[in-house]
């Protein structure tokens, strides 16, 4: 184990999973990772590894059978599993942001109904605000579900389901119209429901009204499928609320959002960690004008700023699941994390790129990949320009003039 990404004061059982999780990642992950990556091929096996190891209900408390870790102990493990293939951190990132909401938001029955399911892996989680014409724009939602008897009835597409394919359990944020229905102005915040949408795995009509058409093909972030969903006149009930109260979805999802920009920051260092490994590694194999690259001052000082880099992101990471943890709101932490951790991994991975020569072009070699990666991180969960609006008006609440 290198000397970057290491965090001070954890815990004894946060130190053994850890370790678990770095040897699972070292022994299952990283030999097979660029092959099946190459192939876009779900990663079966290593998914049934992880479900043994627990991963799926990490986080989900121990009264409904999960290991009731911390953020921050979930965030490490993405850290691990990123660093040998960010693609398998995706497997389990939508899981728990459906989890943490139903953990934050679901009423009991909702909370009994499936949270055991999901920390066993049974009931696999996937997340939906997206549609074809929006992305940051969360509050110009037009998928629409309308009452219809005793139920609801859905109408609409959504876009860029991660697991769209492999979850049968889907969050899925709908316009319901505001909940109070006090007669003024309505807000879209709160004109919006966050629905438990239960469906088949696969592709098709997974569900009467619900059709997943296939996966879409990704410039990388491969073997994980990534999907639209298109709603016609798809019925529902009110059990399948989340929370059982309308309005509610736009925070709800925000909520779930926070945990997961923490979750990408923490992708991206185990994307920037792997970079700076293979870069550092490299350097001391190959050897021009007569001795290792490394040797070079200018390989040296890149190698020096890569590593700061990774030591920053990890740093800012692990301070917002820390807050988080503690029951504070971290949204600007956590977008600040979000934001250092994705721009500082595409830059690592540029600079462990260059330092390959010309065999980074190589489909045999892993950075290869890794850059490929990289740039999802720039998108997933908010881009950099939308951390910065979240940050920006925070800041100027804090520091209003009095
Ligand atoms: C592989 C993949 C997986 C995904 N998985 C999921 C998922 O599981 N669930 C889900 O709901 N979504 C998912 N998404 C969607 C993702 O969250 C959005 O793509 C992302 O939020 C950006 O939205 P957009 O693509 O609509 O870009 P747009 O919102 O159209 O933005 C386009 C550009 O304009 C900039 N921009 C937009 N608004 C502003 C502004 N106010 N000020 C300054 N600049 C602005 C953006 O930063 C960006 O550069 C996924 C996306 C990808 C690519």
Redo the contacts with the bound molecule.
Sequence with gaps: MGRLCQTDGLTEDQTEILKAVRTFVDEQIIPVATELEHADEYPQEIVDGLKELGIFGLTIPEEYDGLGESLLTYALCVEEIARGWMSVSGVIN?HFIVAYMLMRHGTEEQKKKYLPRMAAGEVRG?????EPG????VSAIKTKAVKDGDGWKIDGQK?????GGTSNLVATLVRTGQADGDGGEESPYKSMTTFLVEKEEGFGETAPGLTIPGKID?MG?KGVD?TEAVFEGFRTTDEQVLGGETGKGFYQMMDGVEVGRVNVAARACGIANRAFELAIAYSQQRETFGKPISEHQAILFRLAEMATKVETAHAMMVRAARMKDSGQRNDVEAGMAKMVASEYCNEVVQDSFRIHGGYGYSKEYEIERLYREAA?ML????????QK?IIGRALLKDYKLK
Excluded: R
């Design positions: 939508t996937a997340f939906s605000m997206s929006l992305g940051s724009d876009m860029w389901l991660t697991n990704k972030y990534t999802f998108i997933g969960e908010g881009t950099s320009d939308i609006m």
